[in-house]
């Protein structure tokens, strides 16, 4: 499959776009926001061999398909995958196994907050195969599509907004004072029609602008030679882009300066000019390092914990068949504490393992129609819940209705409640599963008679490593992972997970998941969420 280079370094852009410069530049001339989705399916279509691809774009009334390049089954709706609460919030494309077999990549068209469209492709093959850099293009097309659709849509506006030529012009100058980068408009001689404050404030310049000076007039020589040869590639390629642009201020101090381009028509077709954008890349440089430094630790702790798992496995079947050789009292004592302390090496080394998973994106679930009824029963059974000093009581509403959910993760999500609830309870009790429907919703309850928590660490409780600090807690074991990785279960499933609890008394955990199907997911009234059917 072909992919393009992941890191797209300011310094290598030149020959690394012109592979791709006719697919961008159809992206951004598309005329409508069915041109501009078609533009990007063929640019799309042109990284590999895919069973299927769709476009979808986002209207008043949900998500209306676009179309599709390849047949492959039936469309469904983006939002009905759990993986694409994830690929929303964090505007980045998500790998998951498809239900048919394969696998599929759900990339969001987003601009900001608002979420545009989605491209799903999908193709034969295991998801451990997808290069990173795969992603990182499909990510720089949707980019660009959001860039062509919000174009659209402010020109669009404008349309709508005019009443004049003075009103434009008002209306699109308050547009560009409030945009944080610096903007201008260009004609194609190189006169400047609109430049923001913002720009001005960039390069120092101090006196006001009159329409139609020459951007020679305007800017540093230093600035101005990289910028009127943008302009040239803007007018000539229709779009210019990203490039490095290094400055120093009167001060001394030396900046970086990221500037791209596009082309402006006007009603008729006919370009009128170019709309430069400067932005300070000296954070986003930063950024950027801080971004490489998270993914380097995660890939050393996932290649760590791969290579710590095997020899845990070796020592763990060893001790077991010594266990069953030796007779002596002090011997099996002994041996018994390599093999407690192997099963936590191997318990934390999973819960790493868990959290790579899903720090990059691939954390797939495999959905299927599951009795809660028999889910929550089967925690029963589970040696590490059981205790000589406490009392689990299962509760389940009767007549549930079967749910679409991935048994096994839904399972280690209520093990992990439960055992907590176990744990920090060390006096003993009762400790309470619940599950039933409400509200169009499926939820499950974890009650315990323990130590509660405290308001101020309930804050930080589903945070990885975050465990609270306290002289009742000191003794009880745990790695702070397992709150983290269970949050990050329920939310791929598309659910919420909530704690209600009181210093002394116990605590409660809620998971709420959507019901998909017939009422689909409603909004949960926090102020229920300490009452059930059975409270």
């Known amino acids: 499959m072909a992919s393009m280079p992941r890191d797209l370094g300011y310094e290598q852009l030149g020959a690394r776009w012109e592979a791709v410069r006719d697919q961008v530049r159809s992206i951004l001339d598309g005329a409508a926001p069915e041109a501009v989705l078609r533009a990007l399916r063929e640019a799309v279509s042109s990284l590999g061999r895919w069973g299927r691809c769709e476009t979808w774009r986002a209207t008043g009334d949900g998500s209306s398909l676009s179309g599709r390049v390849v047949a492959g089954g039936e469309p469904s709706r983006p939002e009905t995958r759990p993986e694409s609460a994830w690929a929303r919030a964090n505007r980045r494309p998500v790998v998951r196994e498809a239900p048919s077999g394969g696998f599929e990549i759900l990339a969001p068209i987003a601009s900001g907050p608002d979420l545009l469209g989605w491209v799903v492709v999908g193709a034969p093959g295991s998801i451990e195969d997808v290069p990173p850099a795969l992603l990182s293009d499909l990510q720089f097309l949707t980019d660009q599509a959001a860039f062509a659709l919000t174009n659209r849509r ?251 959910l991935d048994a096994d993760k839904m399972k280690e999500v209520l093990l992990n409640l439960v055992s907590n609830a176990v744990k920090y309870s060390p006096a003993g009790g009762r400790v309470w599963l619940r599950a039933f429907p409400r509200e169009g919703n499926l939820w499950f309850e974890v009650a315990d008679e323990g130590l509660g928590i405290s308001e101020e660490n309930q804050k930080n409780l589903f945070e990885k490593f975050f465990r609270v600090d306290s002289e009742a807690t000191r003794n009880i074991r745990g790695t702070g992972l397992g709150l983290a990785i269970t949050r990050s279960i329920v939310q791929a499933h598309g659910g919420t997970l909530h704690v209600a609890s009181t210093l002394g008394k116990g605590s409660t955990f809620t998971v709420v998941l959507p019901v998909h199907g017939a009422q689909g997911r409603q909004e949960v009234d926090l102020g229920t969420v300490e009452q059930s059917p059975f409270a």
């Open 154 to 404: 402010l020109v669009e506006e404008l349309d709508a907004r005019r009443r004049g030529v003075e009103e434009a012009r008002h209306f699109l100058s308050n547009i560009l004072e409030g945009m944080a980068h610096g903007v201008m408009t260009v004609s194609p001689d190189g006169r400047v029609t609109q430049v923001n404050r913002n720009m001005l404030l960039m390069f120092e310049v101090e006196r006001g602008l009159e329409p139609g000076r020459r951007l020679e007039e305007i800017l540093p020589p230093a600035a101005a030679g990289p910028i009127r040869e943008l302009l040239e590639e803007v007018l000539q390629t229709g779009f210019g882009m990203d490039r490095l642009l290094e400055h120093t201020l009167s001060g001394g101090t030396r900046v970086d300066y990221g500037v791209s381009g596009s082309l402006v028509r006007g009603a008729s077709g006919m370009a009128t000019g170019a709309v430069l954008q400067c932005r300070d890349m000296t954070a986003t440089r930063e950024l950027e390092r801080l971004r490489r430094l998270d993914q380097m630790k995660s890939e050393f702790v996932n290649n760590v914990s791969h290579e710590l798992r095997t020899p845990l496995t070796s020592i763990k079947a060893y001790t077991d068949a010594l266990l069953g050789m030796v007779e002596d009292e002090t011997q099996v004592k002994f041996l018994r504490v390599v093999e407690e302390e192997s099963d936590r090496l191997l318990e934390l080394i999973e819960n790493l393992l868990n959290v790579s998973r899903i720090e990059s994106g691939k954390l797939h679930l495999v959905l299927a129609a599951v009795d809660p009824s028999e889910l929550v029963r089967s925690i029963e059974k589970v040696s590490r819940v059981q205790s000589e000093r406490h009392t689990l009581i299962l509760e389940v509403a009767q007549g549930m209705p079967q749910v679409n």
